[in-house]
Antibody, heavy 119, light 108 residues
Framework: EVQLVESGGGLGQPGGSLRLSCAASGFSFGNYWMSWVRQAPGKGLEWVANMNQDGSEKYYVDSVKGRFTISRDNAKNSLYLQMNSLRAEDTAVYYC????????????WGQGTLVTVSS | DIQMTQSPSSLSASIGDRVTITCQASQDISYFLNWYQQKPGKAPKLLIYDASNLEAGVPSRFSGSGSGTDFTFTISSLQPEDIASYYCQQYGSLLPITFGPGTKVDIK
């Protein structure tokens, strides 16, 4: 059974940093593109970033470029999102998701982790 | 960026009713359109991919159609467990991937 479990959310200060993790199991993690998608409270879904199997390709939505970094450790079956220079508008539930390519469907989702940016 | 619109934004229907949601893209996206169901407090779940293909394990009362800029999602006979929000998502060759604003479905 495919499982994705996010962690690392919490309260972050404006201008501060947080690092999210996503632990994957039930599939060959190193064979898949992975993504982060977020959802602000009461709002819709927004794709944030994705990366390919070996980390050589990474893509970001414009609003996080230069502030967020997606990475992975295939030996640990884990995906990460380093979030720097946090803004209030980054407040959201962050989901990791398995995907087929840089632009595709999100086949499996984790349960999400809430990031709140506030002073 | 490709903008996605959905209508209606919300609807109320009776058990057994046929429910239809439309999604429109701001430019031609061929069949590169997926549909997700999201129940309150839960992660989204993929229901339909490539406009009309039913994801494995998803009940056959869910269906999708369309191509180009206009797409339709249908629940043929609404069930109590279908109460949720539904989102379309486009994945053309150009990023960013974008979602529609969602349609909230509840029971009348």
């Amino acid at each position: 059974e495919v499982q994705l479990v996010e962690s690392g959310g919490g309260l972050g200060q404006p201008g501060g940093s947080l690092r999210l993790s996503c632990a994957a199991s039930g599939f060959s993690f190193g064979n898949y593109w992975m993504s982060w998608v977020r959802q602000a409270p009461g709002k819709g879904l927004e794709w944030v970033a994705n990366m390919n199997q070996d980390g050589s390709e990474k893509y970001y939505v414009d609003s996080v470029k230069g502030r967020f970094t997606i990475s992975r450790d295939n030996a640990k079956n884990s995906l990460y999102l380093q979030m720097n220079s946090l803004r209030a508008e980054d407040t959201a539930v962050y989901y990791c998701a398995r995907t087929q390519s840089y632009s595709s469907r999100f086949e499996y989702w984790g349960q999400g982790t809430l990031v709140t940016v506030s002073s | 960026d490709i903008q996605m619109t959905q209508s209606p934004s919300s609807l109320s229907a009776s058990i057994g009713d046929r429910v239809t949601i439309t999604c429109q893209a701001s430019q031609d996206i061929s069949y590169f359109l997926n549909w997700y169901q999201q129940k309150p407090g839960k992660a989204p779940k993929l229901l339909i991919y490539d406009a009309s293909n039913l994801e494995a394990g998803v009940p056959s009362r869910f269906s999708g159609s369309g191509s180009g800029t206009d797409f339709t999602f249908t629940i043929s006979s609404l069930q109590p467990e279908d109460i949720a929000s539904y989102y379309c998502q486009q994945y053309g060759s150009l990023l960013p991937i974008t979602f529609g604003p969602g349609t909230k479905v509840d029971i009348k």
